[in-house]
């Protein structure tokens, strides 16, 4: 079963009877009363929330007390070596397996967090981190108290060390705005600046910062914005790494997608039937994926013009509910996607077909991001129920669930990021999760 189902006890005990709930430790019903306020303590909502905290404390003990299960039956790494030496596994197959048990082995370790200025670490919730590609530094977007959100770069070099600890910077000066969307964007160097969609109060807002803002230097040195302009809600954000539409980067709006060149300036607009809440562009193409809250996925090839219409729209794909996450394969033949259902499903773009679907991730309504390792065969998402679920991109298999933390609540659904190195090229592997103030390294070896 999975830990964050609700729990149905009462189904195999004794029947269900509308208006009553079954207690199976006190083997007695209870009537449920309507309601959601503390004055009716008995709602199913309570009950629900009750189930599921006992479910993750338990997990959470299972975890401190190393009782992790093998996610196949008869995978240890004696009986993998023994197969690979005899010849009945092949190299790919081998490591592939080999990555999943680390995972399945993977342990918790809070981070502490250093920063020059001590008001920094620790005072507001964690709400986005995003890793540049070698994963050498993470931007974080921070809830404040007063609304809005604190940003900030943490730099990873110090994970290596048996402290475990990083050093976070942070600029105070763009704390206005709710960010919906963050991107890395490599305009004069790699990952030199960062794309951020926001919401003040309406219309929103689009910036590109260069990520040096968030560094130990002296103020007095740090260069100012680059682009910032004012759109309206913005949903999602993209960096396009193709050189035949260099310096790029792409805005998910409502009904809209704006295609900008933050040197020359220039716009496109291309209308959409719905608001696009995931893109994505492809490296070997100027070719842009966008994921819609119909539930439809398209591509559009952005050196086009303008043409009124849907008969700019190419690859179209169609899931029954939003589309909240896309991720493009390294092939580029092939496209991951999540829905506000709750299904992860894994696209032949050639062939229009869905050919493999990961079940287990829950969603209901939230734009949760998917994190996909092709160099060592996962598939990282976290549900809406806080729960972090690792799959083997090879058959779907789910490896492992990895409770929070902290309670699950709307404000404590982690953000993580995953990486053979994090901290750069010599960095240690592992998962990075950041829940409410805190940061954390599930060892990866």
């Given at each position: 079963e999975d830990p964050s189902s609700s729990s149905s006890t009462q189904n195999s005990v004794a029947p269900e009877l509308p208006g009553f709930y079954y207690d199976p430790e006190k083997n007695r019903y209870f009537r449920l009363l309507p309601g959601h306020n503390n004055h009716n303590p008995l709602t199913k909502d309570s009950i629900q929330h009750k189930a599921m905290e006992c479910k993750r404390l338990r997990l959470l003990e299972e975890e401190e007390k190393q009782n992790q299960k093998t996610t196949r039956a008869g995978l240890n790494s004696s009986v993998l070596l023994q197969k690979r030496q005899l010849g009945l596994l092949s190299s790919t197959s081998y490591c592939r397996l080999v990555h999943e048990l680390k995972v399945n082995c993977m342990q918790r370790r809070k981070i502490e967090i250093h920063s020059p200025d001590s008001s920094v670490a620790g005072t507001n919730n964690f709400k986005i981190i995003v890793a540049d590609v070698a994963c050498e530094r993470i931007f974080t977007v921070n809830d404040v108290e007063h609304g809005g959100c604190k940003y900030g770069i943490i730099n990873l070099s110090g994970l290596g060390k048996e402290s475990l600890t990083v050093e976070m910077y942070d600029n105070l000066y763009f704390t206005n705005r709710k960010v919906n969307s963050v991107c890395w964007a490599s305009l004069t160097h790699p990952d030199s600046h960062l794309c951020l969609m926001g919401i003040a109060e309406t219309p929103g807002c689009a910036s590109l910062l260069p990520a040096s803002l968030f560094s130990s230097t002296n103020p007095g040195d740090r260069p100012g914005m680059l682009c910032s302009f004012k759109i309206s809600t913005a949903w999602s954000?993209?960096?396009?790494?193709?050189?035949?539409?260099?310096?790029?980067?792409?805005?998910?709006?409502?009904?809209?997608?704006?295609?900008?060149?933050?040197?020359?300036?220039?716009?496109?607009?291309?209308?959409?039937?719905?608001?696009?809440?995931?893109?994505?562009?492809?490296?070997?193409?100027?070719?842009?994926?966008?994921?819609?809250?119909?539930?439809?996925?398209?591509?559009?090839?952005?050196?086009?013009?303008?043409?009124?219409?849907?008969?700019?729209?190419?690859?179209?794909?169609?899931?029954?509910?939003?589309?909240?996450?896309?991720?493009?394969?390294?092939?580029?033949?092939?496209?991951?996607?999540?829905?506000?259902?709750?299904?992860?499903?894994?696209?032949?773009?050639?062939?229009?077909?869905?050919?493999?679907?990961?079940?287990?991730?829950?969603?209901?309504?939230?734009?949760?991001?998917?994190?996909?390792?092709?160099?060592?065969?996962?598939?990282?998402?976290?549900?809406?129920?806080?729960?972090?679920?690792?799959?083997?991109?090879?058959?779907?298999?789910?490896?492992?669930?990895?409770?929070?933390?902290?309670?699950?609540?709307?404000?404590?659904?982690?953000?993580?990021?995953?990486?053979?190195?994090?901290?750069?090229?010599?960095?240690?592997?592992?998962?990075?999760?950041?829940?409410?103030?805190?940061?954390?390294h599930f060892s990866y070896n």
């Open positions: 954000c993209a960096w396009c790494l193709n050189p035949q539409a260099d310096n790029c980067f792409s805005t998910g709006l409502t009904r809209r997608v704006l295609v900008t060149n933050v040197v020359t300036g220039h716009r496109q607009t291309f209308g959409t039937n719905s608001d696009v809440l995931a893109q994505q562009f492809a490296t070997q193409t100027p070719v842009l994926y966008n994921g819609c809250r119909s539930g439809e996925i398209f591509s559009i090839d952005v050196r086009q013009r303008n043409r009124k219409g849907q008969s700019w729209k190419a690859i179209r794909l169609f899931h029954g509910s939003a589309v909240t996450s896309i991720h493009l394969m390294e092939a580029e033949h092939y496209l991951m996607a999540a829905d506000m259902a709750g299904k992860i499903k894994l696209w032949d773009m050639r062939t229009a077909k869905c050919v493999k679907q990961y079940k287990g991730h829950h969603n209901e309504y939230a734009l949760l991001p998917l994190h996909v390792n092709e160099e060592e065969g996962l598939l990282i998402a976290v549900g809406q129920d806080c729960y972090t679920r690792i799959w083997s991109l090879q058959d779907a298999h789910l490896l492992r669930t990895i409770p929070s933390p902290h309670p699950s609540s709307k404000d404590a659904i982690p953000s993580v990021v995953f990486s053979s190195r994090l901290g750069g090229s010599r960095g240690v592997p592992g998962l990075l999760m950041a829940v409410k103030q805190d940061l954390y």
